[in-house]
């Protein structure tokens, strides 16, 4: 009873922030997202007779099980399998974790699909969803292919993502600016639960639906110039729900900012670039494929990035036949 899979990470053009419901992870509201192809998590699950206790490694690190929300993960696919075996589940990322890079949806999203197959379940693309939900939020969106739609359902029945376009839908690229390895203070989750307090939530929320009307259509048409302009006014938006949390919410760097006063000064200059930040310090730079070597150049001359990588549209997660132990 043993499977592996790989789930990308995934990059949300129109975020979600705070939750309905924290127990099941339902959103306070939908999101569009693109998966992507070079920030990927491995993971392989083993269900056994012969293990003890269950045992998790992520990235070689060994984590206590108390507490631990890939055990807790994997006594729900024991629940849906109906089996008490313990598992291993070894799971390693090609990208830096903790830095907002959604590690945690591409993680939950691999051991999702790796331990209903260990498990010997069939669920279909929208149980998997549901179930990786649960796990982390954003993992949802990491299960199918390429430009996704996290539908805002008031249930865990109806909150789950879809696939609006497939991965070669356009030619689009995520230049990924990684300005810190360093894990950022405040967790995704903990952030979530200071939502309430900023005075600004309540405007975000009445103008989220149109916002996702709105990029939908801009994907449609494939108006890249509206599409950037809305996806960068949605980031900022965002991180002033944060700045304005009580305690405040302050995710970016020196560098952080440093890269988006470039990203303004190269669009001047006519290079049609965009950004857009998660819940970290580390920078999403969007742009067409045909400019993404210009865009590595350019960010490369930046002092503050010691890394950039470069993701297409990804499929989502899947199956594959090589194992890790």
């Avoid at 306070?28 to 920030?39: A, D, K, V």
């Avoid at 390895?181 to 903990?190: D, F, G, I, P």
């Avoid at 048409?221 to 302050?250: R, V």
Wanted: glycine share 6%; proline share 4%; with cysteine.
């Amino acid at each position: 009873m043993k499977a592996t899979a790989i789930a990308p990470s995934n990059v949300a053009f129109i975020k979600y922030w705070g939750k309905k419901d924290e127990a099941l992870r339902l959103p306070e509201n939908g999101s569009i997202s693109m998966n992507l192809s070079n920030l990927l998590t491995t993971t392989t699950v083993e269900f056994s007779k012969d293990f003890k206790e269950d045992m998790v490694i992520i990235n070689d690190q060994t984590e206590d099980n108390e507490g631990s929300r890939a055990v807790r993960h994997l006594d729900r696919i024991r629940n849906l399998a109906k089996i008490k075996y313990k598992a291993k589940a070894v799971s390693k990322n090609n990208f830096p974790t903790g830095t907002g890079l959604s590690s945690s949806a591409s993680g939950f999203a691999a051991l999702t699909v790796a331990g209903a197959k260990a498990g010997g379940l069939n669920l279909s693309e929208k149980d998997l969803s549901i179930l990786a939900r649960q796990g982390s939020g954003s993992a949802c969106r990491s299960i199918p292919d390429g430009f996704v739609e996290w539908l805002d359902g008031d249930t865990s029945e109806t909150s789950y993502a879809i696939s609006i376009y497939k991965e070669d839908y356009w030619d689009i690229a995520d230049v990924v600016a990684v300005v810190s390895k360093n894990k950022k203070e405040v967790s995704t989750t903990e952030g979530q639960r200071l939502v309430g307090s900023s005075p600004f939530f309540p405007v975000r929320l009445e103008k989220i639906k149109d916002k996702i009307r709105l990029i939908k259509q801009y994907m449609a048409e494939k108006n890249f110039q509206a599409f950037g302009e809305l996806l960068e006014s949605e980031a900022l938006e965002l991180h002033s729900t944060m700045l304005t949390s009580t305690p405040p919410l302050i995710y970016w760097l020196p560098g952080t900012l440093r890269i988006i006063h470039f990203v303004r000064r190269w669009r001047y200059e006519g290079l049609q670039v965009y950004f857009t930040v998660n819940t970290g310090q580390d920078i999403h730079l969007i742009c067409q494929q045909k400019d993404t070597k210009k865009v590595v150049r350019n960010v490369e001359r930046i002092p503050d990035v010691s890394k950039t990588i470069i993701n297409t549209p990804s499929k989502g997660a899947h199956i594959v036949p090589t194992h890790l132990f």
